[in-house]
C-alpha cells in the first residue's frame, strides 16, 4: 500500500514539470553607456522578450521606484549624483506568464562632468618672438573634441578657432610668435559627439612674455675722451644666463651695420674687442649681440658707444693780482686746461724748474706771500685715476717787494673853531712806487672823502671833527700801501657865555645880587671875563663873578659879559643881556585849585603867587601852620593838600628869601562835599571756571557819567579801563584776584571812592560725570536712564554716543542733566556728556557767540557759550534682542483649501511664550505656541502675519518678527505642452511640460485618454518623457500637480492631443482645444521630398470636407460642431495619420455684460446679477431656490 502511494506521487510529478514552459527574465540597458555626467539625459530601458502587454515596475536599490511605474522606460532628464545606484525591473500582465523574473542588476554611476588640464610649451617665461603651443587634455575619457577661448579687453571669453594667428590641431592650440602677448588668458573645454555633453572649462593659464636680455657694452679706458695714440677695448656682456658668444658691430657709412671680426686692427677675444691705438677714430660707433644654444637663443642688440678721441691739452697759468706784489698780500696762480673732453683733471705745480710738486690744487694761493716766495712757476694736469698726463705749461715769474706806510700832516692845527681852513697831507715814502693814488678815510669809513694828497676843508664846521686816515694804490693795480695812523681833528664851536643872577632878576631894595658869567666848550680853560652895563664898551667888572651887596633902584640895568683866551686875540661871543629889576616889598596872594566842587579825598592845589623867584614858602590852614611841611614843599609856591572832611577850610600863605620875608596873604576858602563809592559785582557767579566768559560790573550810584579804572591785585588793568563792565572772554588761572575800580569824570566830582575788593576765583575747567541705569543685561530695544552730573547750576547738556551727538535732543531735554536713550544696535556703546552755559555781556566789541533780549534792560545783551570738558565714558554691553522668524509653509503662494502652517521660530534656547498678530492685531486663537497651522485656508486668511515672544527672565520679550504676507489664490490650473508641434514621428523622443507658475514643492500627475487618478502617472519634474514614441502613445493627454499631506491638487490642465506617425504626411493641427469663434488653419505637410502638387483632400470624421491646392484648410469661425477626427489626404504621399480637433466654450465676462446693461435698466442689472449668482451655485444643488429668488425679484421690480 504505501509502495503504491509513492509510485502515484512520483508520476504526478513528473507529469507537471514535462508541461513546465521557462518564465521570461526581464533585462535592463542604459543609454547612454557608462560613464554618466551630472547634468545628462539618462534613459533605462527594461526588456522582456515575449508579449506587448507588460507593465513594468522599476526598483532602485532594492526600493520601488514609484516614478518610474508601468514605463518600460525610465527617463531622467537632468541626472544628478543621488540618481546614482543599482537599478532592477520586472514584467507584469493580465496573462500567462502573469509576471516575469526580476532582471539582473545594473549600476548607474553618475560623475562630475571631468576638467581638462591645460599646460603650455615651452614653459613660462616665454621670450618675445617665440611661439606658444597649448595642450588641452581630459584623462581617463575618449572620444573628446576641444574649443578653445581667450578672454577679451571687456573681460569676456570669446572662441578661438584656426586663423592665420593661431593653428588648432585636436588637442593643441598653437599660437604664432607675433600674436604672443604678455599677460594674455586662455582656458579650454572639451565637447563629445555621441552625447551633448561638454566638459567642465580649464584653469585658465596666463602668458608670461618676457623681453630678449640686452647685451650691456662697456670702454676700457673708462675715460672719454680717449687721447691720440691710446687703444681701446670694448667689452660685452649679458646678465642673468650663461653660455654666450658676442657677435660684434661697426657703424658703416655705405653699408649701415657691419660685422666686426678678429684681423690685424681688431683682436677678438671671447666677450672683449680691442681695437689698435692708429685705428681708434673720433666719431665711430660700436655695437654688440650675444647668441647661445639654449633659450632665450639670442639677445637684443646693446646699445651704441661713440669712441671720442681729442689731441692731449696744454694748461695755461694766470696770476691774481699781478705778478709783482707786496709782501704779506695774497696771491692765487690758477691753472686752465682747456679742451682734450676732461673734466677730472688732478692739477700740479712746480717751482724753479724742480721736478717735485709745490702743490696739487688748480688753484695755488698764497695767503700772505713772502720774499721766499718769489720765482718761476709751471702747472701739469693728470686725468683722475689713469696715467694720462697734460703738457706742462709755460713758466711765469712772482714778484715779492715790502709795503710802505703813508705819514699824516695837519695845518695849521688838530685843534680848531667852526669857520677856519684845515689842510691835511698824506706822504708815502720808499716802496718803490711813484704813480701813488691817495685816498682819504673819516671815523673808519670805507667810503672815500677824498682822492687828493693835500685835502683842504673851508670853512671847518663841527661836522667835519673826527679822526682821518689816508692809503695810496698803485694806478691801474688792487695793490695797496698800508694804511697811515690815524690824525684826531677838533672842531669846536665859538663859546657864548651864559649869566645867571642870584636870587633872582627881580629883587627887592636891600637884598644882596650876585652875577656869574660862565663860558663853556670851546677847549680853552684860561678866559678873562669883561662886564658890561646898559650897553657900555667900559667893563663895570673883570671878574667872573660881579656881586652887589645892598641893591638899589640905580642898581637896575641890562648887564652882558665877555670872555677872552689869554695870550691871544681870540674871543668868545657877548652874552645874551639880562635885566636887573629891584622892587619895594610884596605881599602874596593864595589861589586855590579847584575852588568850588571840592569832594573829600580831592587834592587842592594851592599856589602862593609873589613876584621874583627864589623864595621859600610858609603856609597856613585855618590860621595854623600847615606842619609838616618837607624843604621841598617849603623851595616852591605851589602845596598840594588832600581834603578828608565834608566842610569849608581857610588857607593863607608868606614867602622868605634868605632873611627877608614878604607879608602874610589874604585867605583862600574851599567847600567839601562826601564823595561817591564805587561798587565792584561778578557774573558769572562763584565758581568760574577756565574759559568762561565772566564780567565784573563797575557801579556808582549817582547818575553822573563816569569813566571806570579797574585795578587788579592793586595794580591798574589797563585793557579794561574806561568801561563800566569788564568781560574776560576766556578766564584763566592767571586772571584769579583782587579786583577794585573807581570811577572818573570831566567835571566834579572828577573820580569816585575806590570800590572794596572782590576776589575772582578760577577752578579748573570741569568733567560731568555719566551715571547710567541699569548698568547691566541691556539689550537692543531697553531704555537706558543717562544722569550727567556736574558742578554748579545755569548748564545745558550735551550727550554723545560713540563720539557722535545723540540727536535731536529737545530744548527741554537740554536744560536737565538725564536723559533717556533706547538701544538699538548690540555691542559695547559708549556714552559721554558735556555740559555748556551762556555767559552773558552788555557789549559787542569783543567777539561773541550770540545775543538775546534782555526785558529788565530794554535791550539786547551778548553771550559766549563755555563747554565743560567731556565726561569719561560709561560703556554699555548691548546684547542683540533675539528677534523671531516666520515662516510660512508651504510656501508663498498658497491655495484655498490647502493645510497651512506658520512657525515662529526665536534662535536663543530661552522658555518662550508666543503672540501672533494678523494686520497688527492680536491673534487670539493662535497665542502661546510657537506653530499656527490653518487646516482649510480660505481667502479670508489674507493678511500680514508677525509674532514675537516673551518670558520671564531677561531678554524678557523679543523683536517683533518682520512681517510675511501669506498670500491665497484661487486654485491653480497649469499649462500643458510639448517639445513636438505637430505630428510626431514614429521612435522619436516626446517631452511633455507641465507648466506651474507658483511656488516649489509640487509632484506632477499624468493622464492620458481620460482624467483618471486611478491610472495617473506621477512624477518629481514638471517633464514627462516618452522616449521613443510609438502610435500607441498617440492621444489626449492631461496634467495637474499636487503638494503636501493629504496632497492638495491643482485643476486639469487642457487637454493636449499627441498625433504619432511613420508616414510621410503629416497633419499640422493645434495640440490644444480650439475657442469657439476663433479661426483654424489645417496644414498637410510632408517629409522630403517635398511634392511640387501640394493639393490636399481634407477629411472630418472620415467625410471629405474640403479639397485645397495650397495644401491649407482654413475654418474662418470655430464651432462646437467642428469638434471631431481630422486628416488630410495627398494623392502621391498618401494620408495622414487622424487628429483630434477639440473646441471650447468662449470665455465669459460677468462685469463686461454689467457694464453694458447699466445704461439699459438697473432693475434688469439686479436681475441679472442674481441670475449669475444662482448660476454659480448650480454645482450645490440650489436649482429651486433660485427659481424663486429670480421670480419674487422680477415681480417686486415690477411693482415698484
Known sequence: MEFRSLSVILLLTVLIHSGQTARPKATVTIHPADPVFTGETVTLTCHIGSGDGWYYEWFKDGKSLSEAQQGKEYTISKVAESNGGVYTCKGRQSTQPSYSDTSDAVTLTVSDLPKPTLTVEPERPVFSGESVTLKCEIKGYDGWTYQWYKLDPWRRWTAVSQSVYYN????????????????????????????LTSSEYSSSVTLTVKALPTAELTVEPKWSPVFSGESVTLKCEIKGYDGWTYQWYKQDKQSGLTAVSQSEYHTVNRDTLTIRADTVINGEQYWCRGERRDRPTSSQYSSSVTLTVNETPKPAVSIQPDDQVFRGETVTLRCDIQGGGVSNWQYSWFKDGSSTPVRNEQQYRISSVTASDRGTYTCRGTERGTSRYSHTSDPVTLTVSERPKPAVSIQPDDQVFSGETVTLR????????????????????????????????????????????????????????????AATLTVSERPKPAVSIQPDHQVFRGETVTLRCEIKGGGVSNWQYSWFKDGSSTPVSYKQQYSISSVTASDGGTYTCRGAVRGTSRYSHYSEAVTLTVSGKPKPTVRADPRSSVYTGDTVTLTCEVKSTGWEFLWYKDSQPLQPQSPVDKGTKTLSVTVSHAGTAEFRCAARRGAYTTQTSAPAV??????????????????????????LTCDIGSRHHWQYDWFKDSNPLSEAQWRKEYTISN?????????????????????????????????????????????????????????????????????????????????????????????????????????????????????????????????????????THRSAPAMITVTARPKATVTIHPADPVFIGETVTLTCDIGSGHHWQYYWFKNSKPLSEAQQRNEYTISNVAASHRGVYT???????????????????????????????????????IGNPVVL?????????????????????????????????????????????????????????????????INVTDGSVILDSPVHSVTEGDPLTLRCLYRDPKPSNLTAEFYKDGSLLQTQTTGEMTIRTVSKSDEGLYHCKHPEKGESP???????????????????????????????????????????????SCGSLITNTLRWTFQY
Open 168 to 195: 588648432v590641431n585636436r588637442d593643441t592650440l598653437t599660437i604664432r610668435g607675433d600674436t604672443v602677448i604678455n599677460g594674455d588668458q586662455y582656458l579650454c573645454r572639451g565637447e563629445r559627439h555621441d552625447r
Open 426 to 485: 698824506c706822504d708815502i715814502q720808499g716802496g718803490g712806487v711813484s704813480n701813488w693814488q691817495y685816498s682819504w678815510f673819516k671815523a673808519g669809513s670805507s667810503t672815500a672823502v677824498s682822492n687828493e694828497q693835500q685835502y683842504s676843508i673851508s670853512p671847518v664846521t663841527a661836522s667835519d671833527r673826527g679822526t682821518y686816515t689816508c692809503i695810496g694804490a698803485v694806478s691801474g693795480t688792487s695793490r695797496n700801501s698800508h694804511t697811515s695812523d
Open 670 to 695: 574851599i567847600t567839601v562835599t562826601a564823595r561817591p563809592k564805587a561798587t565792584v559785582t561778578i557774573h558769572q557767579a562763584d565758581p568760574v571756571f577756565i574759559g568762561e566768559t565772566v564780567t
Open 731 to 867: 578766564v584763566a588761572a592767571s586772571h584769579r584776584g583782587v579786583y577794585t575800580c573807581n570811577g572818573r569824570r570831566s567835571t566834579q566830582p572828577r573820580y569816585s571812592e575806590t570800590s572794596d575788593a572782590v576776589t575772582l576765583t578760577v577752578s579748573g575747567k570741569p568733567t560731568p560725570t555719566v551715571r547710567v541705569d541699569p548698568q547691566s543685561s541691556v539689550y537692543t530695544g531697553d531704555t537706558v536712564t543717562l544722569t550727567c552730573e556736574v558742578e554748579s547750576t545755569g548748564w545745558e547738556f550735551l550727550w554723545y554716543k560713540d563720539s557722535q551727538p545723540l540727536q535731536p535732543q529737545s530744548p527741554v531735554g537740554k536744560e536737565t542733566n538725564t536723559v533717556r536713550v533706547t538701544v538699538s544696535d548690540k555691542g559695547r556703546t559708549e556714552f559721554k556728556c558735556a555740559a555748556r552755559r551762556k555767559n552773558y555781556f552788555d557789549y559787542s566789541y569783543q567777539r561773541y557767540d550770540g545775543y538775546d533780549y534782555d526785558n529788565s534792560k530794554k535791550r539786547h545783551v551778548y553771550y559766549n557759550v563755555y563747554n
Open 947 to 985: 509674532c514675537k515672544g516673551r518670558q520671564s527672565t531677561q531678554p524678557r520679550y523679543s523683536e517683533t518678527s518682520d512681517a510675511v504676507t501669506l498670500t491665497v489664490s484661487e486654485t491653480p490650473k497649469p499649462e500643458l505642452t510639448s517639445s513636438h508641434k505637430g505630428a510626431a514621428p
Open 993 to 1057: 511640460y507641465c507648466k506651474l507658475d507658483q511656488s516649489a514643492g509640487w509632484r506632477f500627475y499624468w493622464s492620458k485618454h481620460t482624467q483618471s487618478p486611478e491610472n495617473e502617472t506621477k512624477t518629481e519634474t514638471h517633464s514627462y518623457t516618452i522616449s521613443s514614441v510609438s502610435v500607441s502613445d498617440g492621444g489626449q493627454y492631461w496634467c495637474r500637480a499636487g503638494r503636501g499631506t493629504p496632497v492638495y491638487y491643482t485643476h486639469y490642465s487642457d487637454a493636449l492631443w
Open 1138 to 1184: 487622424q487628429s483630434w480637433i477639440s473646441v471650447r466654450g468662449a470665455s465669459f465676462s460677468v462685469f463686461s455684460l454689467l457694464s453694458s446693461l447699466m445704461a439699459v435698466s438697473p432693475y434688469l442689472l439686479v436681475t441679472i446679477v442674481l441670475g449669475v449668482k444662482c448660476y454659480r451655485a448650480q454645482g450645490e444643488n440650489s436649482q429651486s
